[in-house]
């Protein structure tokens, strides 16, 4: 009896997905990010402002089915500007860098702030994706600017929680934080011009 | 100064090259001699060793969807999923064609071990050519490589490289929990572009093996080394 129901179940379990699931997103605190931005002479920078310029904002993800049908939204706790400004000001923290009230200007818009769900056979994959654009301004003369992506693979045994969606997020904001460090072009145009 | 640095790298070649008949004890104190006499324009950059395997160079993908083979084996059992993989690996075979021509094209590890190894030795890291417990070691898993969707809503697909490793620290015989390294490619698009632009797609699977490498070759570099 208990094999009948056994496939019924799995059908089922797959199927009940229908609940939107909140992710609160930040930088693990054990992240150091440092980078080449580090071997900068201690800058500072006013308040980081970003805007979402994605097509589809209301959304960061689609929770799926065994089936790949679309259930649930996968919704940030927060706007996706704030949860990627406060990466970028950790970041220029743990580099050396300052945020003050005048300084170098730092402007961006999000274009991309995604994390899709891959069920394989033994695990699911959850893959995130976040792609932006900063310039870097003094007294609103353009210093530089570049495009920057963050991404991140997670894999886990479940899809019930929250927490396999948070980790690859997580993830990709850190590895997002990490590609804007390792920018040797963005420390070579901070270290040529002086602060205004 | 090349020069010095060269001779300081041939040093150290032969002294990772002869470990197994110097002793420990011999060892630590050759290694001083050669830091001492390194050039001193390059004193302010410490050099440092360290020893990179890659222990699989993973296979090249196009993962068009893997939900499809969970399908089956929830409906049809585990025939279902064989099936369902043998049809799936058949097509990705084609499509492998389609975009990278040339055996060199479709593997994941020379772009990516290129450009670990290039910013590793830009930055005053040296690959030793054998392991040696007194360095450090970069274990290397590289899972996958080649194409994968990104969105399932709108099937955009982009380049992808996704790799595991550990760096063991010197004089430990205890392995790190491994880290994942998952880069994606920055050209999102429909697979009928990438079939329609095999220099797009080619270009855009060398950019992730070189990012993937760069980016690895900086936590290693800003983890402190040895």
């Known amino acids: ?196 | 100064m090349l020069g010095s640095r060269r001779k300081s790298q041939a040093i150290q070649g032969n002294i990772v090259h002869r470990s197994s008949t110097v002793t420990r004890v011999a060892l630590v104190p050759l290694s001083l001699w050669v830091l001492l006499t390194a050039d001193v324009a390059n004193a302010a950059a410490p050099v440092t060793n360290l020893y990179l395997s890659i222990v699989r160079d993973g296979e090249f993908e196009v993962i068009l969807s893997r939900s499809k083979g969970v399908d089956a084996s929830v409906l049809f059992g585990w025939v279902g999923i064989t099936l369902m993989m043998d049809s799936r690996h058949a097509r990705d075979t084609e499509r492998e064609a389609l975009v990278a021509p040339g055996a060199e094209a479709t593997v994941c590890r020379s772009g990516f071990e290129r450009a670990l190894r290039n910013r590793l030795e830009e930055k005053n890291f040296f690959v030793a050519i054998e392991p040696n417990r007194q360095l450090p070691v970069l274990k290397v898993k590289i899972v996958a490589c080649g194409f994968r969707v990104l969105n399932r809503s709108t099937k955009e697909m982009s380049a992808f490289f996704d790799a595991t490793y550990r760096l063991r620290q010197a004089g430990t015989r205890q392995s790190p929990r491994a880290q994942r390294l998952f880069v994606a490619g920055n050209v999102l698009a429909a697979w009928s572009e990438f079939e329609q632009s095999p220099a797009l797609a080619a270009d855009e699977f060398q950019q992730v093996q070189m990012r993937a490498g760069q980016t690895l070759a900086n936590k290693i570099i800003f983890a402190g080394g040895n």
């Open chain 1, 1 to 196: 009896m208990r094999k009948h129901l056994l496939v019924p179940v799995l059908v089922l379990a797959h199927g009940c997905v229908f609940n939107d699931v909140h992710i609160p997103m930040t930088i693990p605190q054990d992240e150091t990010l440092t980078g080449y931005l580090s071997d900068v002479a201690s800058r500072d920078f006013t308040a980081v402002k970003i805007i979402d310029a994605r097509e589809d904002r209301t959304r960061i993800g689609f929770r799926r089915n065994g089936f790949g049908q679309e259930t649930a939204d996968i919704l940030s706790d927060e706007p996706v500007e704030i949860v990627v400004q406060r990466a970028v000001e950790t970041m220029l923290a743990n580099n050396g860098h300052k945020l003050a009230d005048s300084g170098i200007q730092v402007t961006g818009a999000i274009s991309a702030f995604w994390i899709e769900q891959d069920w394989n056979y033994y695990d699911t994959e959850f893959i995130a994706r976040i792609e932006c654009e900063l310039v870097f301004s003094i007294q609103h003369d353009e210093l530089y600017r570049n495009a920057y992506s963050g991404s991140y693979n997670h894999r886990s045994f479940h899809a019930v929680s929250a927490k396999p969606w948070r980790i690859a997020m997580n993830g990709a904001l850190t590895s997002l934080a990490e590609d804007i460090a390792y920018d040797t072009g963005l420390a070579t145009a901070l270290s040529q011009r002086t602060a205004g």
